[in-house]
């Protein structure tokens, strides 16, 4: 079973921020957090992760709290394109860890 | 270019007949997964191989059978054991440890028993 909770849908406007929450209250300390999106029939595509410290790359910003019990994805200028499902995944990036996909987030970026 | 790819994009099966996916990856990683998606749903775990002539079964594993030969290859057989073979397949392979651990997936398989 997943480890996470994730809403199942969100909308945001075209330009706007989008923040995806995540909810992953049993972590252990040696996992990390994992953002995969998936855009209509192609493979999950990778986005950003994680352990304890907030991460920032060309797609996004990944915001984890201090007790690490949940995390944000912020899409800064979300477009047309970022309509997608959204994953959160945790995993430790040890021997015998899978990626666990859960039902995800379905983002709808409207115009 | 680095990356995985899986062949055939689509796939149609007679009712009956085994079929085998494939997947190849030139990343030099040394796990690998299979996972199948039905329409509106996530991804669940079929198998996964985290060693060259090892591999475990995932949460899906009835009526399909993997082999790991080679580091590069991790081939998916949907046997005709399995009930509604009808999905979308994805692969993914990973490392485990330092650097870079996300998982790279292929662009899928879509099979279709007819």
């Known amino acids: 079973d997943a480890k996470t909770t994730q809403p199942t849908s969100m909308d945001c406007a075209e330009g706007r921020a989008a923040n995806l929450p995540c909810n992953h209250s049993?972590?252990?300390?040696?996992?990390?957090v994992y953002w995969y999106r998936q855009i209509h029939s192609q493979g999950p595509q990778y986005i950003i992760h994680?352990?304890?410290n907030n991460e920032t790359n060309e797609m996004a910003s990944l915001i984890i709290t201090e007790d690490r019990k949940s995390s944000t994805l912020i899409l800064p200028h979300a477009t047309l394109r970022d309509t997608a499902v959204y994953y959160c995944?945790?995993?430790?990036?040890?021997?015998?860890?899978?990626?666990?996909f859960g039902p995800g987030t379905r983002l709808s970026v409207l115009p | 270019d680095g990356g995985i790819t899986q062949s055939p994009k689509y796939l149609f099966r007679k009712e009956g007949q085994n079929v085998t996916l494939s997947c190849e990856q030139n990343?030099?990683?040394?796990?690998m997964y299979w996972y199948r998606q039905d329409p509106g749903q996530g991804l669940r775990l079929i198998y996964y191989?985290?060693?060259?002539?090892?591999?475990q079964k995932g949460d899906i594993a009835e009526g399909y059978s993997v082999s790991r030969e080679k580091k590069e290859s991790f081939p998916l057989t949907v046997t005709s054991a399995q009930k509604n073979p009808t999905a979308f397949y994805l692969c993914?392979?990973?490392?485990f440890g330092q650097g870079r651990t996300e998982a790279f997936f292929g662009q899928g398989t879509r099979l279709t028993v007819v």
């Open positions: 993914a392979s990973s490392i």
């Open positions: 049993t972590i252990s300390g040696n996992e990390y």
């Open positions: 994680g352990l304890k």
């Open positions: 995944i945790v995993r430790a990036n040890n021997y015998g860890q899978n990626f666990v």
């Open positions: 990343l030099n990683h040394d796990a």
């Open positions: 191989s985290q060693i060259v002539n090892d591999f």
